[in-house]
């Protein structure tokens, strides 16, 4: 069933370290995954996507990591800073155009 | 300057009112999607459409209703059918191939007064 109300998971880490924010997905025949950031108030903006031939891709201080053994997404960014702050959420492609959202991590930097 | 715009930022209904939100890309996309959001948690597909004159049930479309008459807009109206519409509205295109990314509007906000 659903959640009601905020309680999101949460990830708090101090600037400069690296940030680790995980997903389990759910359908064994995804086979395309993406990461959204979502800022307060703002639409979702792409990150990074990963097919499932893949099991890491790196971008600009971001990599994901696909476990299809275990069905799980992870993301990490590098020596976070401030802007990094919003909302995580991965995404799976569930047939050819559907994508299924997870909850979603809330990431907070401390200075 | 290419994008996705959402119109209005804010929205109020009334009881018993139906109400349009409106959706505009200018990327050239084949497919559109709405999504539904409410406080902390993902997005639920309410609609999409994959080509102009074509459109499809989500996961949450009673209440709903959309139309593609060209291809750059996809509106979608919630109707007063729809008992709970308060929440965050979010608009997404892509190219309409496969294992290809939805790139987002900036969200519509619907109150309820």
């Known amino acids: 069933g659903e959640s009601v109300g905020l309680h999101l998971p949460t990830l708090s880490v101090q600037e400069g370290d690296n940030s680790i924010i995980n997903c389990a997905y759910s359908n064994s025949a995804s086979d395309y995954f993406i990461w959204y950031k979502q800022e307060s108030g703002k639409g979702p903006q792409f990150i990074i996507d990963?097919?499932?031939?893949?099991d890491k891709r790196q971008g600009q201080r971001v990599t994901v990591l696909l476990n299809k053994t275990v069905k799980h997404l992870s993301l990490q960014i590098a020596a976070t800073q401030p802007g990094d702050s919003a909302v995580y959420f991965c995404?799976?492609?569930?047939?050819?155009?559907?994508?299924?959202f997870g909850q979603g991590t809330r990431l907070t930097i401390n200075p | 300057d290419g994008g996705i715009t959402q119109s209005p930022k804010y929205l109020f209904r009334k009881e018993g009112q139906n109400v349009t939100l409106s959706c505009e890309q200018n990327l050239n996309h084949d497919a559109m999607y709405w999504y539904r959001q409410d406080p902390g948690q993902g997005l639920r597909l309410i609609y999409y459409?994959?080509?102009?004159?074509?459109?499809q049930k989500g996961d949450i479309a009673e209440g709903y209703s959309v139309s593609r008459e060209k291809k750059e807009s996809f509106p979608l109206t919630v109707t007063s059918a729809q008992k709970n519409p308060t929440a965050f509205y979010l608009c997404a295109s892509s190219t309409g191939t496969t294992q290809e990314t939805q790139y987002f509007g900036p969200g519509t906000r619907l109150l309820v007064l």
């Open positions: 459409s994959q080509i102009v004159n074509d459109f």
């Open positions: 995404a799976e492609m569930v047939g050819a155009q559907k994508l299924v």
């Open positions: 990963i097919r499932s031939n893949m």
